[in-house]
């Protein structure tokens, strides 16, 4: 039986070089790759910054569009119907820009907004100035909107790391 003495293990001296060192072989560089998280092209845990910097050009559209949504409430019937809809127009503006932005730079997926934003417009042009059938109208802008989904899925994929969603979290 070996004496405690015995037992204790033996450091080894340093001798003054460096032991030299080995690299890791191609399928542990490999291995390690595939076990790291995709890299997010994305800012992170902050929003993309507007192409304008720090002028709050979006939220000033937010605030007149407001303006003239409330006062197209007080004026006559064809001037207010008109401010209402700028109003709605200058604010959904602001928003789809916003969402663009997010979207584009992987920061936050808006694909069913965006897709949206495409379908039904196709669908409104063609059921008010055509005379095609309201389904065929319906099936048109459902179908744009199902390839601008898949559209915009994949170029959020591509930019944030191959996720197809982000969900923020409050806690």
């Known amino acids: 039986m070996p004496t405690k003495r015995q037992r204790r293990k ?3 001296r340093h001798t003054g070089s460096a032991p030299p060192r080995q690299e890791p072989s191609a399928v542990v560089r490999d291995d390690r790759e595939r076990a790291r998280p995709p890299r997010r ?3 992170g845990d902050h929003a993309p910054p507007a192409p304008w910097g ?6 000033i559209v937010v605030f007149i569009g407001i303006l003239l ?11 207010g119907f008109v401010m209402i809809a700028v109003g709605l127009v200058l604010g959904s503006l602001a928003g789809l820009e916003l969402s663009i932005r997010e979207h584009f730079a992987g920061y936050r997926s808006h694909t069913l907004l965006l897709s949206a934003a495409v379908g039904v ?3 409104g042009v063609l059921f008010v100035a055509t005379n095609a059938p309201a389904l065929g109208c319906v099936a048109v802008g459902a179908l744009a909107f199902g390839g601008s989904a898949w559209l915009f899925t994949n170029a959020f994929r591509r930019r944030s790391g191959g996720a197809p969603f982000r969900l923020r979290y409050w806690g």
């Open 10 to 12: 033996r450091r080894r």
């Open 41 to 43: 092209r994305g800012g």
């Open 54 to 59: 720090d002028f709050p050009l979006s939220e």
């Open 69 to 79: 949504l409330i006062a197209g409430f007080f004026v006559a019937p064809p001037q």
């Open 121 to 123: 417009p196709i669908f």
